[in-house]
């Protein structure tokens, strides 16, 4: 075995990726990762035992962030710039640790490396496998990987100027954790739940740095057609990069169109004084082999997911930026004051040709919980009418597996009094379904991003009150979710968190749930998988 990573769903076997990611990730790139990853346990464990004010370690908090967002699937390729951040973490780590007494520090916390291959060569014994217990094992990966979604929230919230002391100093904590061969099973299990609390933290605090910025997202028509100007594609998360690109083409005669997860971008009030804001271009993540060669322009990834181009040509027309990253492609920095350049890309665009068209129409979302709120009455209404009779959360992520053809029939199977509430982009499986709509109120109701779960967990919140529940479980609201990476981790394990149970999980459970684990998890939480779609409509609909 040359490598082993079992972070995400598409993980080879459904148990581990061995020789080359699924996802494209090399054996050198898994290994530096698993390094990276190493060095920031010991960055925390310093932090921890030397009770360092994690308020006062600032740019800190942010490299150590912004390392774990690295390492989200499908983020970053480019070996390199894991190379480089292991050396300035290291630096970091060695500056930190001069302010604790080095005598009781695990290894991750002193070891050194100097090449390549002495790094290449250390990794090799800290990897995942490195744990021998396969329950302390699949604890502690669940908790890295809420860590490393929570972290790319977190970081996207600190561009736009927001961060939760509370949040920057449980990462320390949970990361040490996993470290510490003193906690048991159940003291991990207790931190999975905790990880889980903290996930709520950073998605109410993404949330409202998005929302004081950009305004609440409201119901919007987004066109999926192409226009005649040569045109930008923007994908990912981070919507500072977008507003940037959208003041930088502003007059120059320059669309931008979002792909993937920055749809929901175009609910925000802010970014429709843009004229040049032409629509949302194909589907999710994973059909960008067959998606970008018609787009003709340049592509720019604010966050994960990066598929590996398969022509020179599409790979000569992408820039990544923030935590993202693929060998050979430029990598666009901020200045010290956070603006980013994209002159470059910008030139490059009126050099090519207008995008192809893919397909003609529009799409509506927008329905975030101020949205959906606004609406409370008329839902609370159709509800109580027996208009509606149940709540489909079929939210979560879209991937290459054939078996995720199950959601798109799920939706179109689901009785017509149902209403579907989506994030992320799993949606991309049925948001192009014509479901209609139940008194005005549409069947498919898109808050936005995956890290809108948080809306869709405020609003059951809301109705929970509304209908004068004890229970969220009492609601008619099912959880039928499909995950991918790790940022849908950390919604899970924030759902988990909130008291939400009988969330069914697929298209197949995480190969790092050990059997253990997962028995835990069935029986705390009702967490299950899928069955067939009409086997699973008819148990959802049961009275
Ligand atoms: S991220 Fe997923 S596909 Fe890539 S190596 Fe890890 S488990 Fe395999
Ligand atoms: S929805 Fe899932 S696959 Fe899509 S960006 Fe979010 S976590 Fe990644």
């Keep these: 075995m040359s490598m082993f990573c079992y972070q995400c769903q598409e993980t080879a076997r459904g148990t581990g990726c061995t020789v080359r990611g699924v996802c494209g990730k090399n054996e050198e790139v898994a290994k530096l990762q698993d390094l990276l990853i190493y060095t920031l346990k010991g960055i925390a464990e310093i932090v921890v035992k030397g009770k360092l004010d994690v308020g006062k370690l600032g740019a800190t908090n942010y490299e150590v962030q912004s390392s774990l967002f690295m390492t989200i699937t499908n983020a970053n390729f480019d070996d390199g710039a894991f190379e480089n951040k292991i050396k300035e973490m290291i630096a970091v780590r060695d500056e930190l640790g001069q302010l604790v007494s080095a005598a009781d520090l695990h290894d991750a916390a002193t070891f050194t490396v100097d090449t390549r291959a002495s790094m290449l060569e250390k990794a090799a014994a800290v990897g995942i496998l490195a744990t021998a ?199 666009i920095l901020p200045d010290e004051n956070g603006k980013k350049d994209f002159s470059e890309i910008i030139a490059l665009a009126k050099t090519l040709p207008a995008p192809g068209e893919i397909e003609t129409g529009k799409i509506v979302g927008g329905f975030a919980h101020h949205q959906v709120l606004a609406l409370a009455d008329k839902v609370v209404e159709a509800v109580k009418s027996g208009a509606i009779k149940k709540f489909f959360v079929l939210a979560g992520c879209d991937g290459r597996m054939k078996s995720r053809a199950y959601y798109t029939e799920f939706a179109q199977k689901l009785p017509q009094d149902t209403v579907i509430l989506t994030a992320g982009c799993a949606k991309y499986r049925y948001n192009k379904l014509d479901l209609g709509e139940i008194g005005g109120i549409p069947r498919i109701l898109d808050a936005g991003q995956c890290n809108d779960c948080y809306s869709l967990a405020v609003i059951a919140l809301k109705l929970q009150e509304a209908f004068e529940l004890d229970d969220i479980n009492d609601l008619p609201i099912a959880y039928n979710i499909a995950w991918y990476e790790q940022k849908a981790v950390i919604v899970l394990l924030a759902l988990l968190y909130l008291g939400v149970k009988n969330i069914h999980l697929g298209p197949t459970l995480p190969g790092f749930l050990s059997p253990n684990v997962t028995k835990v998890l069935v029986e705390k939480f009702g967490l299950a998988g899928i069955d067939t779609v009409d086997a699973d409509i008819e148990l959802f609909m049961a009275p």
Excluded at 192 to 198: A, I, N, Q, R, V
Aim: aromatic share 10%.
């Design 133 to 331: 217990d396969e329950d302390v094992r699949s604890l502690r990966e669940t908790i890295t990987y809420g860590l490393k979604g929570m972290a790319a929230y977190a970081e996207h919230a600190k561009n736009i100027g927001m961060e939760d002391p509370a949040v920057n100093a449980f990462i320390y904590e949970a990361l040490a954790a996993t470290l510490d061969d003193l906690l048991s099973a159940d003291d991990l299990v207790a931190l999975t739940l905790k990880t889980g609390e903290h996930g709520v933290k950073v998605m109410a605090l993404l949330d409202e740095a998005n929302t004081s910025k950009y305004g609440h997202p409201e119901m919007t028509e987004v066109n999926i057609g192409v226009r005649q100007n040569p045109a930008i594609l923007i994908t990912g998360h981070d919507l500072l990069d977008l507003e940037q690109l959208l003041e930088q083409t502003k007059g120059t005669g320059v669309d931008v169109y979002t792909h993937g997860e920055m749809l929901p971008a175009h609910y925000y009030p802010a970014f429709k004084k843009y004229d040049n804001f032409a629509g949302n271009y194909g589907n999710a993540w994973w059909k960008q082999l067959a998606e970008f060669p018609s787009f003709h322009g340049p592509i720019l990834f604010t966050t994960n997911c990066i598929v590996p181009p398969r022509s020179e040509e599409v790979q000569g027309r992408i820039f990544t930026t923030g935590s993202t990253g693929y060998p050979g492609c430029k990598h």
